[in-house]
Nanobody, 121 residues
Framework: VQLQASGGGWVQAGDSLRLACEASGGTFSGYAMAWFRQAPGKEREFVAAITWSTGTPLSPGSVKGRFTMSRDVARNTGYLQMNTLKPEDTAVYYC???????????????WGQGTLVTVSS
């Protein structure tokens, strides 16, 4: 299975953006999908994840209430809806897939290319 991330761009603070991660080459059933981000000079950071079969989301406190992850099983695509964006959300966003939902990048074995999100103040 390959993952393809899209939807990044340049926005102003307070705007919204939706990222998409399409899984191709096979069904994503039985996996979990996650989003991580990496800002310049910083380590990769967990953003959100979702269990594909049940749609149960997992989000840390830093983005809870602003970012929401969902998935469209029929389209084999996961989404990250980002609202009230802040300059500190500027980063390359990566989608990932793995057998278990987790906060940790090491748990995910499939990675898409990154998509850049730039939030100006």
């Amino acid at each position: 299975v390959q993952l393809q991330a899209s939807g990044g761009g340049w926005v102003q603070a307070g705007d919204s953006l939706r990222l998409a991660c399409e899984a191709s080459g096979g069904t994503f059933s039985g996996y979990a999908m996650a989003w991580f981000r990496q800002a310049p000079g910083k380590e990769r950071e967990f953003v959100a994840a979702i269990t594909w079969s049940t749609g149960t989301p997992l989000s840390p406190g830093s983005v809870k209430g602003r970012f929401t992850m969902s998935r469209d099983v029929a389209r084999n695509t996961g989404y990250l809806q980002m609202n009230t964006l802040k300059p500190e959300d500027t980063a390359v966003y990566y989608c990932a897939g793995g057998e278990l939902i987790s906060y940790y990048a090491d748990a995910y074995t499939m990675w898409g290319q990154g998509t850049l999100v730039t939030v100006s103040s």
